[in-house]
């Protein structure tokens, strides 16, 4: 459903969301064990506990207990504990909830399955009491925090899909898509209300904030949410400064339009302009975000023209209106390439300007979906008549480390974790880039999933994010981080 806000902000205010207990399910079929779990929870006032002897009986007992976390026997008279642990992941209220398997021997063959079929820890029966409420409580936080998250969003999904726009343009469509000038000009326009889609030439722009998928694992929902209220509230004022048309609110990422319903000479140029306002503005959005003692956010954007299908689809009870076509997928692709404070456009909407450009770098890439190579350029700024100038690049100050950094990454495809594993060592690092030593030949605008660990072999930090911007030789590359937890900043204080 696309949804267009007229200086409206979403509200957190009437979200309520559902505070989850821990809950736990031993699966185990000697009564022993449970009495052993059970004392062990005995004084933990705030976490329930649930007991199912029997295997044959387990699925349909979680169902209705719906746990925050699994602790499953693997030794089970009546079944095979891995077929257990399969049969808990395909059963959809269950794919998701932490799983523990227990195991009287530490078999690493039979740990590497139960982890493949799903299995989210291993223990080997019984650890320390303190150590089993610790990685009850571990797993059961995590999910809790997924759970309302998840439900979060929902909830200011409908929030956003249910907020009335202004009463004067209640009856009309493109009032809910358009700043009040451009709803003045359809309206006072004879055929300014006739729908249906048509092929038109629109410069259509795609925001994205950094690393906003990791932000938002390890704050509340509602500060998820106050995040992107924040954000989309400065983002949105701008967009119809400039007259563009916000076509959908995708998450944390924006999808505009110039050129499309009203067609002017200079779309492509409002456009460029209207990005560039928007990073400059990021400043603004950044100052009130750390008011709240919320982490910084980064926003990349990407810019295409071409011909695309526009117009109003659905019906009289329900319609929207939608933009259709290639030109739609490949402006993804472009933003998909920047990494924050950048703007990345296509060679058509360089051609399509009528003002001056700043051009900083362009970039040959090819595109998923896209046969041949495209150039792409990063923009910088636009002349007379806008006068909008992002600063100049600078050179980051990259302290060169005397001890290798050891790492292992592994990389994201359409933010899916990939399979493997790869190795390095940092050789120098700053507070947005590090530099990596990989005998990889990595790909440039590899996305990436980092960790850290420490001489010991220990994992030092997890969890780290970037995406590879250049590249030095086939085993040194320059990775700017897209999200970067707070222990990377500890870090690199040391360093200093």
Known sequence: ??????????????????????????????????????????????????????????????????????????????????????????????????????????????????????????????????????????????????????????????????????NRFIKKTFGRYLSDDIVKNILDSPDGMELG???????????????????????????????????LKTMTKILFEFRGTIDEFIGDAILALFGAPIT??????????????????????????????YPEISMGIGINTGDVIVGNIGSDQ????????KHVNLTARIESYTVGGQILVSESTIKSCNAKLRIDDELKVTPKGVKNSITIYEVGGIEEPFNIFLPEKQEENMIKLDKKLE?????????????????????????????????????????????LFDEENDILINDIYGKISKKLTDSKFVVNLTSIPPDFEVLFNKYL
């Open 197 to 231: 889609g048509e092929k038109r030439k629109v410069s259509i722009m795609m925001t994205d904030i950094r690393g906003f998928t990791s932000l938002s694992e390890r704050l509340m929902p509602e500060d998820v949410v106050t995040i992107l209220n924040i954000y």
């Open 318 to 325: 329900r319609s929207k209106y939608a933009v259709i076509g």
């Open 407 to 451: 790492l292992s990454f592994i990389i994201l495809e359409n933010k899916d974790v990939g399979k493997n594993e790869y190795s390095g060592f940092i050789e120098s690092l700053s507070q947005k880039s590090i530099v990596i030593c990989s005998e990889e030949n990595m790909k440039l605008f590899s996305n990436l999933k980092i960790k």
């Open 264 to 293: 002017e000479s200079n779309d492509a140029d409002r456009a460029i302009a209207c990005a560039l306002k928007m990073q400059l503005y990021m400043n603004d959005v950044n100052n009130e975000i750390l008011e709240h003692n």
């Open 1 to 166: 459903m696309v949804i267009i806000f007229m200086n409206i902000e979403l509200s957190t205010n009437n979200i309520s969301i559902t505070r989850h207990t821990i809950s736990v399910l031993l699966v185990d079929d000697q009564p022993l064990i449970n009495k052993a779990v059970k004392k062990m929870l005995e004084n933990e006032n705030d976490i329930r506990f649930h007991y199912c002897q029997y295997a044959h009986m387990a699925i349909r007992m979680a169902n209705q207990v719906m746990p925050t976390i699994i602790l499953q026997d693997l030794t089970m008279p009546d079944i095979n504990g891995l077929e257990l642990v399969q049969l808990f992941r395909i059963n959809n209220n269950m794919k998701k909830v932490p799983l523990i398997v227990l195991s009287a021997t530490e078999d690493a063959e039979v740990k590497a399955k139960a982890f493949e079929l799903g299995a989210n820890d291993y223990m080997v029966k019984f650890p320390d009491q303190q150590e089993v409420i610790a990685r009850i409580r571990y797993h059961s936080s995590a999910y809790i925090h997924r759970l309302e998250r998840d439900e979060a969003f929902e909830k200011i999904k409908k929030q956003t899909k249910d907020l009335e726009l202004r």
